[in-house]
């Protein structure tokens, strides 16, 4: 199989966990006879400082000519700190789903046995949870029209979806629910939100054509609420944007660390993966950041935009027996961990590309 990749490490820790995620592409390729070629493109903030600009042409370009797009973080804290600034490093991150079109987030929330301690919750409660949430990504208050009135006393955000974003984000997760457990939640706020009643509507007209995947809607509050309750109770979870993004990252915290999920983005052409964590400056350049997500962006790559099921699993596998061997980065680290399997980004890299090899 021949494709191309475009790599985008974007900013802050997005520069080291992106090239392992790199390197296991270029192990899977060697071991298994595909010809991956790579090339290379800057968004975010490091953008900006080059060209003025989050999101350059040439980046673009480059990103629509792919097959897919491994890409690292985003942000800085200089934005973080001064709201009123007009070019911002997610202004990039926003386009590129748009012009890619890029509806449909899928973050999996799988559990590796070894890592239930390093989570907050009870390991009783935890194990066994295997989540894959479908965020909609290109609608909602982050798209919307915002306004604000010139003495700076008031300012809005439009929430609006119209019925096919949902219709075709839904139908995705349908689709999904068939290969698992056949159980589908479509989380809303129908009590009180207009684009809510639409959305649930929506979902409810599609669940009969799905007769045999089991529909459940839920409330934001009560699924929050739930997700650290009960979260084996999930199977897939729909949502739209905005609630999609706080619900991730809390489920973030039941994997035991940011730093160990992946995510990818896809809609009907190139699709985008990436860890799901931030750009994390203050521990970049520090070898302290944990590239596994990054590495099983890779595999999501192999498997959701290439069909690669085989070279995928092995790459998981490869991560797990990394874990097994009671390897750790410290962000998945637990008080009884001993000092010298902690490992640096650059050291767990290596780990789980030797034991990719020799498989």
């Not at 990749?5 to 296991?24: A, F, N, R, S, Y």
């Not at 804290?77 to 509806?103: C, F, H, T």
């Amino acid at each position: 199989m021949k494709k191309n990749i475009l790599i985008i490490p974007g900013d802050g820790i997005g520069q080291e966990v992106t090239e392992w995620g790199k390197q296991v592409l270029e192990v899977i390729a060697s071991k298994f006879g595909h010809e991956f070629a790579f090339d290379n493109a800057i968004m975010g903030h490091t953008a900006i400082e080059a060209t003025g600009n989050p999101l350059p042409d040439e980046t673009l370009e480059k990103a629509k000519a792919s097959d897919a797009i491994l890409f690292g973080a985003i942000g800085h804290a200089k934005y973080d700190n001064d709201p009123s600034a007009k070019v911002r490093p997610e202004q990039g991150l926003l386009k590129i789903r748009k012009e890619l079109g890029l509806y449909a987030n899928l973050r999996p929330i799988l559990l590796f046995d070894e890592l239930l301690d390093a989570s907050s919750l009870k390991p009783e409660i935890l194990r066994g949870t295997d989540i894959l949430f479908f965020r909609e990504l290109t609608g909602d208050v982050y798209f919307g029209e915002k306004t604000r009135n010139e003495d700076n006393t008031f300012a809005s955000d439009l929430m609006n979806y119209h019925r096919y974003e949902v219709e075709r984000i839904a139908r995705k997760a349908f689709e999904a629910a068939q290969t698992r457990g056949k159980r589908l939640c479509s989380v809303d706020k129908a009590n009180v939100l207009e684009t809510s009643r639409l959305w649930r509507e929506v979902v409810q007209g599609l669940a009969a054509e799905y007769p045999d995947v089991e529909t459940e809607h839920m409330f934001i509050d009560n699924a929050a609420m739930q997700l650290v309750k009960n979260p084996k109770k999930f199977d897939v979870v729909l949502t739209a944007n905005l609630f999609g993004d706080i619900l991730t990252d809390e489920a973030s915290q039941i994997a035991g660390s940011m730093g160990m999920l992946a995510s990818a983005s896809i809609g009907d052409g190139t699709g985008f993966f990436e860890p799901i964590h931030g750009s994390a400056h203050d521990i970049a350049g520090q070898d302290k950041a944990n590239p596994l997500a990054s590495i099983l962006s890779a595999a999501l790559m192999l498997d959701i935009a290439f069909g690669l099921q085989e070279e995928a699993k092995a790459v998981t596998e490869a991560v797990d027996q990394a874990l097994k061997a009671g390897w750790r980065t410290s962000d998945i680290a637990v008080n009884d961990t001993p000092a010298d399997r902690i490992l640096g980004t650059v050291a767990m890299g290596q780990k789980v590309i030797e034991l990719l090899k020799s498989r």
